[in-house]
């Protein structure tokens, strides 16, 4: 397994990441982790941007987890 710390904001950096909206993104995030068989280690979602520390098998490449974790919010 490779660990890996991803980062990332919302469009413009606005402060969406609130109550309801904070409490979807991470039950969304952790679905979608256990769907593809990744670990997450550590979650923090802060108003304004996510850091996710994750453990990913080898075989993925990390644009394609980050493409597949942030398809949601597309």
């Known amino acids: ?4 710390h991803f ?3 919302p469009g ?3 402060k969406v990441l609130k109550q309801k909206v ?3 993104t991470e039950r969304l995030l ?6 593809l068989g990744l670990d997450i280690l550590n979650i923090d979602i802060l ?3 996510v850091h ?5 098998p080898p075989y993925f490449s990390i644009q ?6 942030k398809d949601f919010f597309a």
């Open 1 to 4: 397994m490779l660990t890996y």
């Open 7 to 9: 980062a990332w904001i």
């Open 12 to 14: 413009r950096k606005r």
């Open 22 to 24: 904070k409490r979807i």
């Open 30 to 35: 952790r679905e979608k982790a256990l769907e």
């Open 47 to 49: 108003p304004d941007h």
């Open 52 to 56: 996710l520390f994750i453990n990913v």
């Open 64 to 69: 394609g987890v980050m493409h597949w974790l």
